[in-house]
Each structure stands twice: as structure tokens, then as C-alpha cells.
């Protein structure tokens, strides 16, 4: 699916980028929102207007002119292999959509971009005709058509001669980007390499070739072109004019490099409007200001998906946004209009994070719209400019006490700032709200997360990672020693490994993400890596080499379980179809055997989404439980959390009802055939796997719900150990000499920090 943002000759028409980092409702009509209480304003109301399409119909480009949006939609017919495209125009007085006329489209022609002006709508279309393996190219044409609003065709330009040496060899060229400037010249781009002009009559007054990897084309209010792409040689994004007379791109306008802008618009003044997933922004570059024009959150706005917005003359923004739903793809309009004070009384929530994604994004909006009492807005730490500035800005304002409610825990920080009292434990919310039952979670995990008997932050889901072998050798008992696996190694074949692809640090970092714990007691500050079970560890690293020899290598690692040669492969889990994969290579029953000395079936839990915690200092810890229990809820889990394992026990059953399903797909002889799930490549070894069996579902769960201890990682400890390991992994000290040494390190570590 086409995603891009077009340009727009309007005044006050901004096109915006899907990251900035420097210089759908369920109601139809939601009717005026009030804003958030946030600065001095300029403040807005907002009107949401969502529309759905045909059942696998989706929006495919999009141009917004005066007061209405045109799009174009794509819907592909399975039974019959037909594409079905159509030219819709919607309103925005009334939102009302029509059907245009598309006739002057020719039949399996595609369009590749579009554009409106005021003298019409302008269309890149292309044809290409493969043979029945799609190995080589029969046919190729590109024409550019202009038609008017009724959709009635206007004029063509054939261009399949210019563009039949400007794809890569065996492929045709390609338009991504059309415009059309102040002269009425038409200007195309390849989203590559190259631009071409042309006149309104058709005649070609300009090729140029750019030095890297184009990203678009724009038309500011005056009707200038201008184009950013990426050098290719410093990496830097370019924003420059277009000069069609002299055949050449200008002078970059400024430095985009921290930006990774790759859609823009510029205005008469020569400022550049920008967005990210939470920020309008604006940059001059005369003057070398950057202001912030509004946050799209506090309007329960994804700025990530935003692909049109127009400003009006009377000063208001009407965006366009695609996200996709439970099961199709959602569109929505959205108008702004300014407001003299803010509407919005709702108690506002801090939610601290360092970076962030759509899918939190996403989340906090979601949360904003249904709740009446309480409005989070996000801020986010990270520094693209200065990374290690900002993240020690985020771990002062965690110590300090800056953050007042919400917090995004890095999970590697999670156990030693719990230690330090800074965040709520979520036990007592959890116990004193009624609408909350502990057994419709998977307990093993919310036990995992505890640090000395308290729950101080609440994970979206998890997966989990092990060690696996073939059950015919292994047996089915999970858990293992440290003991057994050293008998296991000293019992094996000459020409078999314990693991394939293992270093000696990547064994002491895999064992000890899980029994960490065994050698460190932070409440007494009494440590035991002098112990027996620790120089076992050492001394199973030193089995292994100290770099992998990744050159040398003639099997891939299944190749060689399969061959016999490998006896363990760590894994994990995060879906049943990666434990499907597991067997495949294999080619056997499995065993998750999981790691030496951790307790339970040996495997560690692994954090997967966002993990939340309260802080202590939160002057709203009650609305800031409401926020976590929504994340939480059977609802959100089901409808939302899609990549990993839910942590809601009946999220979880419709994964597994999904996993499943049987899908199939209609081959070229019109037989039904099954659709894999996943397929999984590596080197020179693939294998795909189906819809899962309820033996695999009962098995997958199982392992699951076996699971006790969370992985971790001290990350001051790790390194001390590694330090100290290293005149071992020499020859110069025993295992017993350097396991001493890193007793005293650390036992003084943990005391001056516990």
C-alpha cells in the first residue's frame, strides 16, 4: 500500500514528515472536543469525522484541494485476481463522499501518485506485464494524465520512452512523486535518482539527476518545486529547490541531516512545517528558528498517522490520518478550529519515557478519548543530537522525584530503581480494585516481576527465552543444573557441540540474565560469587571460544541440529509460531530445558511492549492506576496487543484461537491451498509452518506458565565480571583466583548502592 504524503499547491497547505527530531474513534461525529491545558495556548477545538471503506478496500493516495480530500482506493477480488481501483471525493463542509469518474483511467494501468491544483488533477500512471513467473519483464508503459474534477481526461503525456532506461536491469522505471508548478510544468521523480519536467503541451525541458536517494517532490504556496533526498555519500538529508531553467537541484536550504525529514512543505516565507508522532513543528531557516506550533497527543492526534494536513485562511488545520484496526484499515478527518481559552478540564498525567513508539503513542490517545477525568501527556527524553545527555536528563528527573505520575521502565534499570523506593507498588492497587482479578492473569509472570515481594511495574506482555534440545535425547523433564549440564558435555560425541554460534561472554551474560540473583542478596548486601555454582560458569565459558568464527562456516546452525552435530539451541519466544519454528528445525519433539539453576522449568521471562510503572511521587497515583488498568484490560489486550504474548490470560486464548485458523490461498490453477503462518529463512535453510495444532497451543502454554524468574541484567556487575574473567579466559588465573576477585568487586558495588 502506498503511504505517501503528496504535495499541494494551496495556500497554507502543509505536507508533513513521519519524523522530526530537530531545526479513529468509534463515533461517527464526535462533534467539538474540548483542548488540553497545555501553555499559553494557541488552543483548538476539534472535530473528528471517521469512514471506513468496503471490506479489504483501503485508501491508496491521497490530495487535499480547497474544501475537499480526493483518494484514490484500491480493492483486490481473490476469486477472480481483479484490482479495482476508484477516484472518491469527500467533502470537508459536510464529509460527504462521491464517487468520480475514473474512465479516463485505461484498464491495468496503476497509479503511482496523483496531484490537485487549481486547474485539475494530475495522475502518474504505469503498466508493466510480467511473464508467468515474474522473472521477466514482457511489456512497460508510463503516461502522465491530467483530467478535470469531473474526472473527464484532459490531455496525456506518454513518457514510456524517457523512463525505459531508468530502472535497475529488468525492471522498468518508476514514478513516486508527481507536481505540477506555477508555470504548469509537471514535475515527476523516481524516488530514486533522477527528476524530469515537462511542459503543459508534453514536451520533456528538463531531466535531472540527483547525487542519492530521492524522497519526494513539494510545491510551496508561490508554485516553487522543491525535492529532498538523501546524499549518498555524507548521509545527509537534502532540502533544496528545483531549478527547471538551468536543469539542476539548487542549494540545499539547510541542514535536515537531524530531522530525517522525507516529507515537508514550505511556505512564501521559506519556513518548513514538520511533524513527528508528537509535534508540529515549523523551521526557518533564514533564521535558524525552530517553533513548536502544537502537540498532536494533547488533541488525541498519532502524528505518525498523518498523511495530509491543510491550513486553512481562517486559520484552521484539517489533517487526514490511516491506522489499522482490529481487522481492516481506519481513516479519519480531522478539523481544528482555534480557540481563545482551553476547554479541556481534565486532570493532566505525566508519562516519562525515553524514546517512544506508535504503539505507546497510540495507547495514550486511546486512553484520552475514553477517559472523563484524566488526560496524559507524553514527554519523552530522548536526544537524537546528544544521546547520553539525554538519557542521564531522564534518569535525574526519575531520581529527583521531576516525574510526577507515569513511568516507561527500562527493564535493564527496573530492579535496582525499584530498590530505591522510586516507584508505587502496584500489589495494593491491584488487590484494593474490585474490577481486577489476579487469576485472569498469568500469575508466574506478575510473581516474576515482584522485588522483595512487591509489583512495582506492570508489563504488556512477555515472552520468554531457553535452551532446547530434541526430547529423545533430553527426555521431557524442563529444569536443569549446572551439575548435569557439565555431565552432558563431558558424554557427548567428539563431533557434537553443546550450542552453535557461542562465545564465552555470551554464556556468562545468558546464565547469569537468571540467576543473578543467586549470588547477589541486596537486602543483607552479602554476595557468593566465590562459589562452586559461579566457577561452574566460568569454566563452561571457557568450553566455548572467545569469538565466533563466522567465515568458516558450511552448515547453518539447523543444518547441523538437524545433522546431528549440535545438540542445544537457545530460543525465544514471544509467539506460538516462533516455538513452531523451534521444531521445524529441529524436525523432532522439543524440550525447553531452560537455563542451569534458575528455578522452575528453567526458562526467563522476557519483557516485551511497554512496562509501566507509577511513581512514588505521583500526586495522581489513582489516575495513574486507571491508565495502567486499561493497558492491562481484556479489552486493550485483545484489540491491541497483536506482536507478543498479551499478559491477560483471555487476550492470550485469542491469540491461540488465531494461530489456529487455517488460512488459504487460491493458486494459479484455481486450487484451494493452505498459507503458511510464518516462513523462516536462514543461509541456505528454510522452513515455513502452518496454523498451529491444539497439541502445539497445550504444550506452547505450558512452557509458558512454567516460567518463574524475570531475565535481568546488572549492567555495573556484568562488566566487573568480564573485567575479572578475562586473565582466566587467558590462561593466567584459575577460574577459583578471578571468581575471589570478583567476590570483593562486587560485594563493595552492592553496598555502596543497595
Known amino acids: 500500500m502506498k503511504k505517501r504524503i503528496l504535495a499541494l499547491l494551496m495556500a497554507g497547505v502543509f505536507v508533513l514528515s513521519t519524523l522530526l527530531t530537530g531545526c479513529g474513534s468509534d463515533d461517527k461525529d464526535k462533534g467539538d472536543k474540548g483542548t488540553a491545558n497545555a501553555g499559553d495556548g494557541p488552543w483548538y477545538s476539534v472535530q473528528y469525522h471517521d469512514f471506513t471503506l468496503e471490506k479489504d478496500e483501503y485508501v491508496n493516495d491521497t490530495a487535499l484541494y480547497e474544501d475537499a480530500m480526493y483518494f484514490m482506493t484500491q480493492k483486490y477480488i481473490e476469486e477472480t485476481g481483479e484490482n479495482i481501483s476508484k477516484l472518491k471525493k469527500m467533502s470537508l463542509a459536510d464529509f460527504a463522499i462521491t464517487e468520480v469518474d475514473f474512465s479516463a483511467i485505461e484498464e491495468d494501468y496503476y497509479v503511482m501518485d496523483m496531484f490537485v491544483d487549481a486547474t485539475g488533477i494530475y495522475f502518474a500512471t504505469q503498466y508493466t506485464k510480467w511473464d508467468e513467473g515474474y ?66 503541451a508534453g514536451n520533456q525541458i528538463a531531466e535531472i539527476e540527483s547525487s542519492g536517494w530521492g524522497n519526494d517532490l513539494v510545491v510551496s504556496e508561490a508554485g516553487e518545486v522543491y525535492y529532498s533526498y538523501m546524499d549518498e555519500q555524507s548521509w545527509e538529508q537534502i532540502f533544496a529547490p528545483v531549478d527547471l531553467k538551468n536543469g539542476k537541484i539548487g542549494a540545499k536550504m539547510g541542514d535536515l541531516s537531524t530531522m530525517n525529514a522525507s516529507n515537508f512543505y514550505i511556505d512564501e516565507n521559506k519556513v518548513l512545517w514538520l511533524t513527528d508522532e508528537t509535534t508540529l513543528k515549523t523551521c526557518n531557516f533564514e533564521t535558524d528558528e ?83 477525568e484524566y488526560r496524559i501527556k507524553l514527554v519523552d527524553y530522548y536526544d537524537e543530537e546528544d544521546y547520553e545527555a539525554g538519557m542521564n536528563a531522564y534518569n535525574e528527573a526519575i531520581l529527583n522525584g521531576e516525574v510526577a505520575d507515569l513511568i516507561n521502565v527500562d527493564w535493564s534499570q527496573y530492579t535496582s530503581l525499584a530498590r530505591k523506593g522510586m516507584y508505587a507498588d502496584l500489589n495494593e492497587l491491584m488487590d484494593n480494585d474490585a474490577d481486577i482479578n489476579r487469576a485472569d492473569y498469568f500469575e508466574n509472570v506478575l510473581d516474576a516481576y515482584e522485588v522483595d515481594g512487591k509489583l512495582y511495574a506492570m508489563p504488556m506482555g512477555f515472552g520468554i527465552t531457553t535452551l532446547v534440545g530434541k526430547t529423545s535425547v533430553l527426555g521431557e523433564e524442563s529444569g536443569v543444573t549446572m551439575d548435569e549440564l557439565v555431565e552432558t558435555v563431558n558424554s557427548l560425541p567428539d563431533d557434537m557441540a553443546l550450542m552453535d554460534m557461542m562465545t564465552k561472554r555470551q554464556w556468562i551474560f545468558l546464565n547469569l540474565q537468571g540467576t543473578i540473583g543467586n549470588f547477589v542478596n541486596w537486602e543483607t548486601g552479602e554476595c557468593s560469587f566465590d562459589s ?61 530445558i531452560g537455563y542451569p539453576g534458575v528455578g522452575g522449568n528453567g526458562a526467563l521471562i522476557q519483557n516485551m511492549g511497554s512496562l509501566f510503572a507509577i511513581s512514588a511521587q505521583s500526586e495522581h497515583p489513582e489516575g495513574a492506576w486507571e491508565f495502567v488498568k486499561y493497558m492491562i484490560s481484556e479489552d486493550y489486550q485483545k484489540n491491541y496487543v497483536r506482536w507478543y504474548n498479551p499478559i491477560h490470560k483471555a487476550a492470550f486464548d485469542k491469540h491461540m484461537e488465531s494461530a ?95
Open 135 to 200: 522473472t521477466k519483464l514482457l511489456e512497460s508503459a508510463c503516461k502522465i494524465l491530467k483530467c478535470d474534477f469531473d474526472g473527464k481526461l484532459v490531455s496525456t503525456i506518454d513518457i514510456t520512452e524517457d523512463m525505459s532506461d531508468k530502472g535497475e536491469e529488468g525492471y522498468p522505471g518508476y514514478i513516486s512523486s508527481i507536481v505540477c508548478d506555477k508555470d504548469g510544468n509537471i514535475v515527476i521523480a523516481d524516488g530514486q535518482s533522477f527528476i524530469m519536467a515537462y511542459d503543459a
Open 290 to 372: 525552530e517553533t513548536e506550533v502544537l502537540n498532536w497527543i494533547d488533541y488525541d492526534i498519532n502524528g505518525s498517522d498523518i498523511r495530509l494536513m491543510k491550513k486553512t485562511s481562517d486559520g484552521s488545520i484539517v489533517a487526514y490520518t490511516e491506522s489499522y484496526g482490529e481487522e481492516q484499515w481506519e481513516y479519519e478527518i480531522i478539523v481544528m478550529k482555534e480557540s481563545d481559552e482551553p476547554l479541556d478540564d481534565k486532570t493532566i498525567l505525566t508519562y516519562a519515557t525515553f524514546g517512544t513508539d506508535s504503539e505507546i503513542t497510540e495507547a495514550i490517545i486511546r486512553f484520552n478519548k475514553n477517559s472523563e
Open 532 to 592: 562452586e555454582e559461579f566457577v561452574s560458569i566460568l569454566e563452561m565459558a571457557n568450553s566455548f571460544p572467545e569469538e565466533y568464527d563466522y567465515e568458516n562456516q558450511n552448515m547453518s546452525t539447523p543444518e547441523k541440529i538437524q545433522a546431528g552435530k549440535v545438540l542445544l539451541y537457545g530460543d525465544s519466544w514471544y509467539e506460538i509460531t516462533g516455538y513452531q519454528v523451534t521444531k521445524a528445525i529441529f524436525n523432532d519433539e522439543i524440550t525447553a
Open 660 to 754: 489456529m485458523e487455517e488460512e488459504y490461498y487460491t493458486d494459479e490453477n484455481g486450487e484451494k491451498v493452505e498459507s503458511p503462518k510464518m516462513t523462516y529463512g536462514w543461509d541456505n535453510f528454510e522452513v515455513s509452518v502452518y496454523a498451529a495444532t491444539e497439541e502445539e497451543v497445550a504444550k506452547y502454554r505450558e512452557i509458558l506458565e512454567g516460567a518463574t524468574v524475570l531475565g535481568s541484567y546488572e549492567e555495573d556487575i556484568m562488566t566487573m565480571i568480564n573485567e575479572e574473567a578475562e586473565p582466566f579466559f587467558k590462561g593466567q588465573k584459575t577460574a577459583k583466583d578471578v571468581a575471589n576477585i570478583i567476590q570483593g568487586r562486587v560485594k563493595i558495588y552492592v553496598n555502596e548502592n543497595r
